[in-house]
């Protein structure tokens, strides 16, 4: 392994920034306020001493690897740690072997398993009755949804705690202590100015793990005092661009991506999606964006948009960054060139609307379900036409409480399939007066 930093030729530090700095206790540990924060269950148990088996969901850098490791310490847990991308039954094994021996002895061990949705269904199993027998208190971390991930049985023994991003605070802290500990081992001083260390929390984008890494290549090359904004630029080798994410221009940005799409502008839209992406922008959060317009501005003119959208989104969590810009800048062009239509957008407000106006009216008798002799006795079903014993599956009865007969909500425009849908409905409604 290199050498952290190097000065005069001397071995200064040979560990790397994220794991020197990696929290021993609670009390050092940044975030996840509703998992760990006083009086929550997670520290009342590891207080206790009173853990079982759970699955740490969320994303990279947010502390799952570390918390697994301060329980184990503060319970005296012996730690085992395995990578499902890496290791099989095989080693499970062994580890199960080392757990056994302990608890012979008195001794308890937490096993911590990193990306267990990497685990198949058998591997998984394998794990099941070291678990029911106390012979492992296993943690395991996963970046995907646990419910659709980790096996049922596996996943009904384990309590699932929800790990966010960090937020600017939390990085904060982070950064802080950070730039103490290499002043204390540089034997310097240094700090940040408060661009600098704005920009950092920025670009790491809630993972903690990115925030060091990026300040350790800082660290290493920036020989000052005072470490400037201007000082990360270089190093980094990134433009000044203007994006807080949280701030006025973020708002500006994504109104222009939204609207260089309504206006059929691939151009446009294009450079503004990739503004954001520079900026450090969430590339899931602007596929959300897209998948809001698929249905907002497009809706039944072209309903292929929302699927192109949602394989966008699914394409950034799969690849992330760099290499989901093209998957967002197809789903984009895409947006753009479609064909538009926001009747299905005023068509759920119109009726959203009607509800919050008029309450909870009655369902018409003849279209309510009538599972049992009584609620036929009521009239519950009565007159009802099935639609599929009709030619082209068209019916002339009311399916709107009394109260709204005869409002329309949908009224498609005359584009691509919606001329189509259009005229079905034209049909279907002159029937109905």
């Not at 068209?394 to 709107?400: K, M």
């Amino acid at each position: 392994m290199t050498n952290l930093f190097q000065q005069s030729g001397d071995n200064v530090w040979s560990e790397p920034l994220a794991h020197a700095l990696r929290p021993a206790s609670l009390d050092e540990f940044f975030g996840q306020e509703e998992i760990v924060g006083e009086q929550k269950l997670l520290r009342q148990l590891i207080a206790e001493d009173n853990i079982s088996s759970m699955i740490f969901y969320g994303p990279p850098g947010t502390g799952k690897t570390t918390l697994a490791k301060i329980i184990a310490g503060a319970t005296q847990a012996e730690f085992e740690q395995v990578s499902a991308v890496t290791s099989g039954v095989p080693e499970l094994r062994k580890v199960v072997e080392r757990a056994k021996s302990k608890k012979e002895m008195g001794a308890k061990t937490v096993l911590f398993v990193d990306e267990i949705h990497r685990f198949n269904k058998s591997q998984q199993d394998a794990l099941l009755p070291h678990v029911e027998d106390g012979t492992i208190t296993l943690i395991g971390a996963t970046t995907e949804n646990p419910s659709f991930e980790v096996n049922s049985a596996l996943l009904s023994r384990s309590q699932v705690f929800v790990f966010k991003s960090l937020d600017d605070e939390a990085l904060g802290g982070i950064l802080d202590r950070a730039v103490k500990k290499v002043a204390e081992k540089l034997e310097r001083k240094m700090s940040l100015d408060e661009k600098g260390k704005d920009f950092l929390i920025q670009y790491a984008n809630g993972d903690a793990r990115s925030l060091l890494n990026t300040f350790e290549v800082v660290a290493k090359l920036v020989k000052k005092e005072k470490v400037t904004y201007e000082d990360i630029q270089k190093v980094l080798q990134r433009k000044n661009l203007r994006y807080d994410k949280k701030g006025e221009e973020h708002y500006n940005i994504i109104s222009a991506l939204h609207k260089s799409m309504r206006d059929s502008d691939p151009d446009g839209a294009l450079y503004w999606m990739m503004r954001m992406l520079e900026g450090g922008e969430d590339p899931l959060y602007i596929a959300r964006r897209l998948i809001r317009f698929a249905s907002e501005d497009i809706g039944m003119a072209d309903p292929n948009a929302l699927s192109v959208c949602v394989a966008a989104q699914q394409a950034c969590h799969f690849n992330g960054m760099p290499e989901c810009d093209v998957n967002l800048g197809q789903a984009v062009v895409y947006c753009s060139m479609a064909p538009k239509s926001n009747a299905l957008y005023k068509g759920v407000k119109a009726a959203q609307s009607d509800i919050k106006k008029m309450g909870n009216l009655e369902v018409p008798l003849h279209i309510r379900n009538a599972p049992t002799k009584l609620m036929k006795d009521w009239g519950y079903g009565k007159g009802y036409q099935y639609a599929h014993n009709h030619e082209g599956a068209q019916v002339d009865q009311q399916h709107l409480p009394d109260e709204l007969e005869g409002r329309c909500y949908y009224e498609p425009t005359d584009r691509g399939i919606e001329a189509r849908i259009k005229e079905r409905l034209a049909t279907l409604r002159k029937g109905m007066k």
